[in-house]
Structures are given as structure tokens and as C-alpha cells.
């Protein structure tokens, strides 16, 4: 089975977190996900999130501190998702993949239907918020 490597940016203002759905592709097909993608073989972990969001979001973000790592085995993949506290630096979060997007305050996290792999992340944010 493929296994791959991800990154994702939490990024929290005003006490909310935003989130992005996913498009109508693949097994994760409309699902919530905190925005990022795949290491490629040369970066590093801070290097690839920098990148993602940047491509995805048209926004320059900075990496802060590891907040939740999670191995998932989905249907056709496996992977392991680090997830790590960001700050928005400059970028209006332009969404350029995503369908849509939401600021979610703590009551707000479980109105949506999260992928797998992110229900872990979203229970430490529940734990920090």
C-alpha cells in the first residue's frame, strides 16, 4: 500500500481555526482537512507547509511548533500527517484547490466532516483552545 508524508498548518486567530474542504477527488472527496500537502524527497518539513500554502493559498505563512503527528491508514493510502502550529505573515488566504472554507471557533469544530486523519488534530485543538 502507498504510504505518504504530510504537512498541515493549524492556523488559529481570534480564538478560531481555519479549515479547507477538500475537491471532488478521491477517497477524501469534500472532506475538511487543515490545509498543506505532500514532503516532497529534498524538504523539509517547515520548507514543504511553507510551499503548500503558498500554492494553495497564495499566503506566506511561518511554522511554529509541531502540535499533533498522526499515522492513518486509509482505503488506498497510508500516511502520516504532521501538523504544526502556523502564523499568517502576509496573504489574504485565497483559495486556489480548496471548494470552500471556514474560520471555526471551538463550538464550531465538529459542524464540519473532518478526514480521518485530522479527527486527532482537531481533539488537541479542542485541548489548547
Known amino acids: 500500500m502507498k504510504h505518504i508524508d504530510v504537512v498541515?498548518?493549524?492556523?488559529?486567530?481570534d480564538k478560531k481555526v481555519f479549515a479547507t474542504q477538500r475537491p471532488n477527488k478521491g477517497e477524501l472527496a469534500y472532506a475538511w482537512?487543515?490545509?498543506g500537502g505532500k514532503i516532497e524527497a529534498h524538504e523539509t518539513d517547515k520548507e514543504a507547509l511553507i510551499r503548500e500554502i503558498k500554492e494553495e493559498l497564495a499566503t506566506?505563512?511561518?511554522?511554529k511548533q509541531l502540535l499533533k503527528e498522526v499515522y492513518h491508514t486509509y482505503n488506498t493510502f497510508t500516511l502520516t500527517?504532521?501538523?504544526?502550529?502556523?502564523?499568517?505573515v502576509e496573504g489574504e488566504l485565497i483559495l486556489?484547490?480548496?471548494?470552500q472554507s471556514r474560520w471555526l471557533a471551538i463550538d464550531q469544530l465538529d459542524s464540519v466532516a473532518w478526514a480521518?486523519?485530522?479527527i486527532p488534530?482537531?481533539?488537541k485543538i479542542k485541548e489548547i483552545l
Open 8 to 13: 498541515a498548518a493549524v492556523i488559529i486567530q
Open 60 to 63: 506566506t505563512i511561518e511554522v
Open 96 to 99: 486556489k484547490e480548496h471548494l
Open 116 to 118: 480521518a486523519a485530522d
Open 121 to 123: 488534530i482537531v481533539e
Open 81 to 88: 500527517l504532521k501538523a504544526y502550529l502556523c502564523n499568517i
Open 33 to 35: 482537512e487543515f490545509p
